[in-house]
């Protein structure tokens, strides 16, 4: 064989090797830094739909299961407040409406803001989640598949869920939480960008056991 045409093999044969820097496909989700959440995009590398809507949801839940999300999710008549889901101090309870009772009523004391002074905590429409959608104490998995369930969801369809994540203004308190509350991971954007996402991919709840 002609030596120049050796050399052009072996040239053409190195470059199609060259561009070895594309990460291969991987089933494993990524991980994100503490109180942040990846975007959609970092789940683009699963090859499986069906993996990566159950990874989209998990990160997602990292919001859900958080403080700020479940204390107003209770499974009972009486809201939480603090990191370990405390009784809400003063006593309330949760009235036929979920605004509280007559004399005790949410909006008397949770305007539509923060109130810096005396630490009280507020945003429009300040109320408990209907006892049928509690996330206190739940799994993803379990809230996951209460999302889906328009019996357990406030009688919404998934394109309305992915709305009232992406831009509900009581939802937005949970990333402006005000004095020294811990804010819920990421932003709102992200978080509504990851709940279209996993409506796209299916809408498909993880496993049980299935940990972020």
């Known amino acids: 064989m002609d030596r120049r045409l050796i050399y052009s093999f072996l040239f053409i044969a190195g470059c199609s090797g060259a561009n070895t820097n594309t990460p291969p496909p991987t089933e494993s989700p990524p991980q994100a830094p503490p109180g942040e959440l990846l975007g959609p995009e970092a789940f683009a590398r699963m090859p499986s739909e069906e993996a990566r809507s159950k990874a989209l949801f998990l990160e997602a839940a990292k919001v859900l299961t958080h403080p700020r999300c479940v204390n107003c999710h209770p499974h009972d008549d009486q809201p939480r407040q603090r990191e ?17 009772v ?21 945003a429009p429409d300040w109320h408990l989640a209907p006892i049928e959608m509690a996330w206190l104490g739940r799994t993803p998995a379990a809230i996951c598949a209460q999302i889906k369930d328009p ?6 369809t998934l394109a309305e869920i992915a709305k009232h994540t992406a831009h509900d203004p009581l ?3 949970g990333w402006n939480p005000g004095a020294d509350r811990e804010p819920a991971p990421g932003s709102q954007a992200v978080f509504g960008a990851l ?14 056991e299935a940990r972020r």
């Open 195 to 208: 709940v279209a996402a996993w409506i796209d991919t299916g809408a498909i709840c993880p496993e049980e």
């Open 151 to 156: 019996k357990r969801n406030g009688g919404k």
């Open 84 to 100: 370990r889901a405390e009784l809400h101090s003063p006593p309330v309870v949760r009235g036929p409406d979920n605004h509280g």
């Open 102 to 122: 007559p004399a005790l009523q949410c909006g008397s004391c949770h305007q539509d803001k923060n109130l810096a002074h005396s630490r009280v905590p507020g």
């Open 171 to 173: 939802v937005a308190w």
